[in-house]
């Protein structure tokens, strides 16, 4: 163990330590990798044109899903010097790379270019040191440190989350379902998504996937159980769903001047999808079922009908949200035919 006076401190409930490391454990225990290629970067996935990427992903990607135990790293410990203060030892489990580099990569470079002529001198680097972290931050800091500079936008980390790099069912069934969505071609939203920030398509994947995961980390598919039966065939359920969507605002979906397809109108869609699915099986029906979703959702085009989409219309004169418009769908489905309004 290597033992370093620091201070503990905390904000916006996130633990880290400030703390002074010689020259010599930052240039053992401090490792990155930078994913660059300079110019002649790889083409970002998902691109209609060859733009230039400095982050090579498919190698990113192979190599984080190579070894799901690289990223459940040994905690740090700190020892107060005496009860309830802040200031106290830090001590750092003495394994090359324990620690990842968020900033600074350049100035560890020219570190480790001079180690040889620090050693014997009284050489200190000031650091933040970041502890038991959530792992959706983890997430971020490791692609953000691969990325260098590359600015990266949410959609980017959903694709790199899940599977890729920790284990989160939920994460994971929202971006297949997303993937989905966009790459079938049987699907009203080809080509649609945005997968990685990117593309001719209208919609950003990050939020889609958000109200993805919100429900697929509930229990709002009829408990436990059937909400994980349901993971498993989501992408079915949803292409079939958003393909009678498509047909029961047939006006809305193919115009120009509607607001069907923006992120607010999809995650509404997504958001009452439960009671949908409660619908289907009080009718004992599949809950893929094409043709059974028709008649389910069918109320919607008597009740609210394509001019509620209408831009500069119903749209903007309701002040639309992903809320309001979700209840509207919600209570046309409870009053298929308007009674007790």
């Known amino acids: ?122 050489f200190t680097v000031p650091a933040i040191v970041f502890d038991r972290l959530p792992e959706d931050h983890i997430v971020q800091m490791f692609v953000t440190i691969n990325a260098k500079h590359t600015r990266l936008n949410p959609s980017h980390l959903v694709s790199l989350s899940g599977r890729q790099l920790y284990r989160d069912e939920a994460l994971a069934a929202a971006h297949d379902v997303a993937r989905a969505l966009n790459d079938r071609e049987d699907s009203p939203l080809h080509g649609e998504i945005k997968l990685l920030g990117v593309g001719r398509g209208r919609v950003a994947q990050a939020p889609l996937a958000q109200e993805l995961k919100k429900l697929f980390a509930s229990d709002a598919f009829g408990g436990p159980r059937k909400s994980a039966d349901f993971r498993e065939d989501a992408k079915k359920f949803f292409a079939n769903y958003f393909k009678q969507v498509s047909l029961v605002f047939g006006a809305a979906w193919g115009g120009r001047k509607y607001s069907i397809k923006s992120a607010a109108a999809l995650r509404a869609f997504i958001r009452v999808s439960p009671d949908v699915v409660r619908r289907l099986d009080q009718e004992h029906a599949d809950r893929s079922d094409y043709r059974a979703i028709g008649r389910v959702i069918a109320p919607w085009g008597r009740r609210i009908g394509d001019q509620r989409f209408e831009t500069e219309g119903a749209w903007k004169r309701q002040g639309t949200t992903v809320d309001t418009l979700a209840r509207e769908l919600k209570l046309a489905l409870e009053y298929p035919e308007g009674a007790g309004v």
């Open 1 to 122: 163990m290597i033992n370093v006076a620091a201070i503990q401190m905390q904000q916006f409930g996130v633990q880290f330590y400030q703390a002074s490391l010689t020259a010599e454990d930052i240039d053992k225990l401090v490792r990155f990798e930078v994913l660059s290629y300079g110019e002649t970067g790889q083409p970002v996935r998902g691109a209609t044109k060859k733009t230039p990427s400095k982050v090579n992903w498919d190698l990113l990607e192979r190599r984080i899903a190579a070894s799901e135990k690289e990223y459940q790293r040994q905690k740090l410990t700190f020892e107060p010097i005496e009860p309830g203060s802040v200031v106290g030892r830090l001590k750092v489990p003495e394994r090359e790379g324990i620690l990842r580099a968020i900033d600074g990569q350049h100035r560890l470079l020219a570190l480790h270019a001079d180690i040889d002529n620090m050693r014997g001198h009284d």
